[in-house]
């Protein structure tokens, strides 16, 4: 028996490697064209200068130095940035906050706490085209729900998203409203795996929920905490299809809601009312979209994990 | 099986051998373009081509406007394609023709490039070596919407000048009616919004004074032109600052606004919509009586022929019809669109009366003349004349804003 099971590892070490090997071959390939090729494709681009829609020479960083030096293309990079940096915090304080108090009463199971997790959800399974289509509506200055409400106690009508100072915090909303779903459940998921008894423990100590939530559920779900933070800091910074939908391509009014996304897009494909393609700039950004994205996610993740052993 | 029966079986297979060599012999060609809507009136058109030539037959082919560069320049990058690509004009062409993903057209190959204008053909011409690449197909007017039945229940005359408008603005907004329908929710029409009340400011003057580098945008007259558009406020939809131009056109077509600036490319989908609507297309407001009226007008794009094309032939013989009297007369009659072609009748009076406007329109100058290189007029122009309207900058701050980011590429502005 063990000559005999010695035997099959040794003569055929090939068929377990082949075996492997056909397991592994269709992943890779399909992550290979579809993920490491495009990605190396726009790092190469965005070292070319283009002619029309052609590359015509290699310009070493000029790309890069356009949209982060020279104007007006380093103003529009900037702006972009930092509506994503905006969305990033907005979403972080009201999303994922009020995310974490919703898990809460959902954990503490209130009459009625079922529906309220499945209304709570609903948005979520939404395609976001239709849900930035839908604010759209409700936030027209002239027939939408929100001033049709207003104008019931007198207050006139309101451009939402025609106006500079109301246009990215009425995206930002559509966003949380589309959204709030998931963090919930994600974080709901990580305090139902709090321990019955530390919260019992707790509670026969005196701690109200103000003490509970601070200091035993939120350390305790430091592990989901990590998660939700990364996944928007993620989609802060590859926002795209609600200001799209809601703001169009040029994040208007004036750039109020333009963000990295669709500055990128409209460098590196154009539209056919503002102008041409420069699928070299347009690369640019792009190579640096995912360096912000990758690196920020590496530290990030480097640090909440320490902090989760830490807490 | 009887000789009889084996006879008729052979004459029944030859019948239908001639018959898919006949198939095989036609040329099937593509047309791409995204005009989605215009489908109908496309498939007419081109059956009419197939009429007079049986071997060809032409296939339409539509993708969404939005993404129409993207999907025309990855395809024919890849050498593929339609064989015969509808294309915008000016800059946007100009960036395909220098990839060379267009075949040059002339009168050997194109022999109805003689039946077009001289504007038109600068429309589809490449700068650098003066050869048509795009046959233009249709001429846009911008002008003023008049909503007749409005006027004629409050009983006021549409305005002529720009002290008409504001005296008839008012007394419109007295009566409960929005004065101008339009909005500032959509970018790519508000650009189109300042060159129809700009224009009739500046006049053909100051177009000559910019494109021969004696001025720039930050001209008195244009900063003055601009100014006057702050004046329009009081007389938009309030929150007009969200409301975008398909919004507009709804309010101008209920008969809830009377006037709406728009283009000349709306007006059968505005009969369409309300079929009952009694409306106008005038020419918007003059600085003062006895100037000419002043639309603005551009030239829209035109049909190219990919080089890559493995029916060349048939593609630059499909254009040349395009670029005939019978392809334009019917072209207007369906489509509503003015075609540039020489010769063509107009029979829609309203289109007619349009295409008379066009004979002292001035160009669209951003469209016509800063659309070549980055950063375009359009994205310059786009992105600061929200902040304007809404007063977060002055019109100095966006002619300064357009001029310096155009001195990136357009020479006489730099270094003024």
């Known amino acids: ?311 | 099986m009887s000789r009889r029966r084996i006879g008729l079986a052979l004459a029944a297979a030859s019948f239908a051998w001639g018959l898919a060599a006949s198939v095989a012999h036609a040329t099937d060609i593509s047309f791409w373009t995204w005009r989605q809507e215009d489908k109908a009136a496309y498939n007419e058109l081109f059956a009419d081509f197939t009429k007079a030539n049986p071997d060809i037959h032409v296939k339409f082919e539509s993708f969404p406007d939005e993404n129409y560069p993207t999907i025309v320049s990855t395809a024919l990058a890849a050498g593929k394609g339609g064989d015969v690509i509808h294309t915008h004009a000016y800059g946007w062409l100009e960036q395909f023709v220098k990839a060379g993903y267009f075949e040059p057209q002339d009168l050997t190959t194109v022999p109805s490039l003689a039946n077009q204008p001289a504007d038109a053909l600068v429309a589809g011409t490449y700068r650098a070596d003066k050869k048509v690449y795009s046959l233009p197909f249709a001429s846009q007017t911008l002008g003023l919407f008049i909503n007749k039945d409005v006027f004629a229940k409050t009983g006021l005359t549409p305005p002529t000048t720009w002290d008409e408008f504001i005296t008839v603005s008012k007394a419109l907004k007295d009566k409960g009616i929005y004065p101008l329908a339009n909005g500032m929710g959509t970018s790519w029409f508000n650009e189109m919004f300042v060159a129809i009340f700009t224009n009739p400011f500046l006049g053909q003057d100051f177009v000559s004074d910019l494109t021969s580098g004696k001025t720039t945008f930050k001209d008195p007259r244009y900063v003055a032109a601009l100014g006057k558009l702050l004046e329009l406020r009081d007389y938009m939809p309030p929150g007009f600052e969200g409301i975008d131009y398909d919004t507009a056109g709804q309010l101008f077509i209920s008969g809830k606004a009377a006037m709406l600036a728009g283009g000349s490319f709306d007006i059968a989908s505005y009969r369409t919509q309300n079929p009952a609507i009694n409306m106008d297309f005038v020419a918007p407001p003059m600085a003062k009586a006895g100037d000419t009226p002043q639309a603005t007008k551009f030239f829209d794009g035109g049909y190219a022929v990919n080089a890559k094309s493995a029916n060349k032939e048939a593609a630059l013989k499909l254009v040349n019809w395009m670029g005939t009297k019978e392809f334009g007369d019917k072209f207007s009659a369906l489509l509503g669109n003015i075609s540039p072609i020489k010769g063509v009748v107009i029979k829609d009076e309203l289109l007619a009366h349009v295409a008379k406007l066009n004979e002292t329109a001035m160009p669209h100058i951003n469209v016509v003349y800063f659309r070549f290189e980055k950063p375009t007029g359009s994205e310059l122009l786009q992105g600061d004349i929200t902040k304007m309207m809404s007063g977060s900058i002055t019109p100095d701050q966006l002619a300064a804003d357009l001029t310096s980011g155009l001195a990136k590429w357009y020479k006489p502005f730099q270094g003024k």
Not at chain 1, 5 to 29: D, G, M, Y
């Open chain 1, 1 to 311: 028996m063990n000559i005999g099971r010695r035997h099959t590892t040794k003569a055929f070490p090939w068929r377990r490697s082949l075996w492997i090997a056909s397991l592994l071959t269709p992943a890779l390939v399909v992550m290979v064209l579809f993920v490491l090729w495009p990605l190396l494709s726009a790092f190469r681009l965005a070292f070319y200068e283009f002619n029309g829609l052609q590359p015509i020479g290699f310009i070493g960083f000029e790309n890069f130095r356009k949209v982060l030096f020279e104007q007006p293309y380093s103003d529009w990079t900037f702006n972009a940035l930092k509506h994503n940096i905006i969305a990033f915090v907005a979403l972080m304080v009201f999303e994922n906050g009020t995310a974490f108090l919703l898990a809460y009463a959902l954990l503490k199971a209130l009459p009625g706490h079922r529906i309220h997790q499945v209304i709570v959800f609903l948005p979520v399974v939404l395609s976001a085209v239709i849900v930035g289509f839908l604010w759209k509506l409700f936030l027209h200055p002239l027939f939408g729900l929100v001033n049709q409400t207003l104008a019931l106690v007198g207050i006139g009508a309101i451009p939402w998203l025609g106006n500079e100072h109301t246009a990215l915090g009425s995206v930002l909303f559509a966003n949380v409203w589309h959204w709030l779903g998931f963090p919930t459940l994600v974080l709901l998921a990580g305090m139902q795996r709090v321990s019955k008894e530390v919260i019992e423990a707790a509670r026969l100590d005196g701690a109200g929920d103000y003490v509970l939530m601070t200091r035993i559920i939120w350390p305790l779900i430091a592990p989901s905490v990590t998660i939700v933070t990364i996944l928007t800091f993620i989609g802060s910074f590859n926002w795209f299809e609600i200001p799209y939908v809601m703001a169009g391509l040029t994040g208007s009014p004036g750039g109020a809601t333009d963000v990295l996304g669709l500055y990128f897009y409209r460098t590196a494909f154009g539209s056919t009312t503002t102008g041409i393609q420069d699928f070299g700039q347009g690369s640019a950004l792009a190579v640096m979209m995912f360096i912000i994205v990758a690196g920020v996610t590496a530290i990030a993740l480097r640090y909440l994990r320490r902090r989760e052993i830490e807490l």
